[in-house]
């Protein structure tokens, strides 16, 4: 199995009406309503590795223009940040200076704004859960876990982008956008949740009651074989009527090019691990989005099990 064999034409997709998403490669999404827009880890940059490697790391900025010019009609906009590593956070401050979105994250994405000059952005506490709306949009952030796939078991780049980061010298190098600490996002669209959960590891105990039973679950899957038993602990916790597999595409490649899977997908294996524990779920697909050239329109929403559709 391919995630090609689950993407749906763009025709057959339906939601709610007016809610329209993009996929934009690795965990990044764009949820676009008539009155808001919410990015949550958008990434279009797409270092190659070795620049990850080796140089200092600079944000695509024509990419993050296109992404930015599509959303200059909303009038509230946000970014929701999951955690600080480079595939996550490294467009977050240009994406955010082109758009004039405020910038929800951890302590280490705030210090990582504020390298950049900008005192736009709100440091979640990981202690405890915090709501807050944009435009239609009531988003609740929601402390979790990374996957601990580094060598030893451990997270890879742990530790936070302190406050006295330095990007006068052009930039950071990939491994000193570290970790920080970690967030899920519940996000209410009128009756309409979402859940963004941007690393394959979890915490149960934080996840909120109103999680339960989402309509869809936007689901990191690399990684996940660090974590015991992710996809049924996963499941056990939320319930999804749907799910959107992301974060499985090679991030080091640009969106124009044929996608590959990162190392130990195995997205067949999520099928049928996803399956075993909840019978048949909707999994549904994306296409990668790419601002090589003219993007493609936003898709509205598949639909999950369980909702009628109009
Ligand atoms: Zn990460």
């Not at 996809?231 to 044929?258: C, E």
Request: net charge neutral; glycine share 8%.
């Amino acid at each position: 199995m391919h995630p090609r064999d689950f993407q749906l034409p763009a025709a057959a997709f339906s939601g709610p009406r007016d809610l329209r998403i993009r996929w934009l490669g690795t965990a990044g999404f764009e949820l676009v309503a008539p009155d808001a827009v919410l990015y949550i880890d958008p990434y279009l940059t797409r270092v190659s590795l070795g620049r990850f490697l080796f140089r200092k790391l600079v944000p695509h900025a024509d990419r993050i223009a296109a992404l930015a010019a599509d959303a200059a009609h909303a009038r509230a906009r946000a970014i929701l940040v999951s955690h600080s590593h480079f595939d996550h956070a490294l467009d977050v401050p240009l994406l955010a200076k082109l758009t004039g979105a405020h910038v929800y994250g951890s302590r280490s994405t705030a210090n990582l704004m504020q390298a950049h000059g900008s005192e736009a952005a709100t440091a979640l506490e990981h202690g405890r859960r915090t709501t807050f709306d944009c435009g239609s949009f009531r988003v609740t952030a929601v402390p979790s876990a990374h996957s601990t796939f580094a060598l030893g078991g451990r997270v890879p780049y742990a530790g936070d982008i302190p406050c006295t980061c330095d990007i006068a010298g052009g930039g950071l190098k990939g491994g000193a956008y570290r970790c920080g600490d970690v967030f899920n996002f519940l996000i209410e669209y009128g009756d309409f949740r979402m859940y963004h959960l941007g690393s394959a590891n979890l915490a149960e105990d934080q996840i909120p009651s109103e999680a339960r039973g989402v309509d869809l679950l936007l689901l990191c899957i690399v990684a996940r074989f660090a974590t015991e038993k992710f996809i049924p602990r996963t499941v056990a916790a939320l319930s999804p009527g749907a799910v959107i597999p992301m974060h499985y595409d090679n991030m080091f490649r640009r969106a124009d090019k044929p996608m590959m899977l990162l190392p130990r997908t195995d997205f067949g294996r999520f099928v049928d691990d996803l399956r075993a524990v909840s019978g048949e779920p909707t999994v549904v697909t994306l296409p990668l989005t790419s601002f090589a050239s003219a993007p493609p329109a936003a898709s509205p929403l598949p639909p999950p099990q369980g909702l009628t559709t109009p």
